[in-house]
């Protein structure tokens, strides 16, 4: 399929993203997807392919892939402001926003500010907040993993420090009048507990929780094409909808 590279400007960083507008079905709500910590859009590629023909629109948030790493900027409000210059240069008016992990907290913090244009929300593994760092995380998250697992290029160690230096928690399971998916591992290492189902379902008249038994945090191992089947079916369904 046809996928066009783009980059939104945001002031002075630029946020790479990748677009499947050219051969994508008009008719069809798009999709923008919101990676985890240290995901980047290329590892979103296999979706945008799954999802076709809807569109999908593809971002690395600053510090990760090929988006600029500013020296500062890594909070909450910086990363929806990534999402909004991508958005905006896309020229999107309405989209369903599908994150996984810690991305889960842009997207929400996107659509409580911008609740006009999200048609729906699909959140994998992750509870309905925006989490500070505790001091040390950052030395454990470059060491045990970013470089045992050879991540350094997925996300800049500058942008892992500056995540620990500037977070602050922030709550983010306020009333939303939106239909939510939530995609929950089922293994010990899920970060979405019952009681997490229970704020998300305080959320909105319209949640929907789907389950799987062979994942834990990571939804796109074993469960990945069943994950990819049901975000389908949902946006699928809320499209149906209008």
């Keep these: 399929m046809a996928v066009d590279e783009h980059y939104a400007s945001n002031g002075e960083v630029r946020i790479h993203y990748y677009d499947s507008r050219e051969e994508a079905d008009e008719k069809l709500v798009p999709i923008v997807v919101c990676p985890g910590l240290s995901e980047t859009a290329e590892e979103y590629l296999d979706f945008m392919q799954a999802a076709a023909p809807r569109r999908c629109i593809l971002l690395s948030f600053r510090g990760r892939g090929q988006s600029d790493t500013p020296e500062s900027g890594y909070d909450l409000a910086e990363h929806l402001s990534d999402l909004e210059a991508v958005v905006n240069d896309a020229g999107l008016k309405e989209f369903h926003l599908f994150a996984y992990s810690r991305g889960v907290s842009y997207a929400l913090g996107y659509a409580l500010k911008s609740k006009a244009d999200v048609r729906s929300l699909v959140l994998g593994d992750y509870p309905p907040e925006h989490r500070a760092m505790p001091d040390g ?12 697992y050879n991540r350094t290029s997925n996300i800049r160690t500058a942008a892992v420090w500056g995540i620990q ?8 399971d306020t009333a939303l009048d939106i239909p939510i998916l939530v995609a929950r591992g089922m293994l010990e290492d899920s970060l979405i507990t019952n009681e997490e189902i229970d704020r998300y379902e305080r959320m909105s008249a319209t949640v929907a929780v789907k389950e799987y038994a062979r994942s834990g945090h990571a939804l796109k191992g074993e ?6 089947e049901d975000i389908i079916r949902f946006v699928d369904e809320r499209d149906a909808e209008r």
Excluded at 137 to 148: C, S, T
Excluded at 165 to 172: F, G, N, Q, T
């Design 223 to 228: 469960d990945k094409a069943l994950f990819f």
């Design 137 to 148: 995380w950052a030395e454990d998250y470059i060491y045990n993993y970013l470089i045992p």
């Design 165 to 172: 230096r500037e977070s602050k928690p922030i709550p983010l």
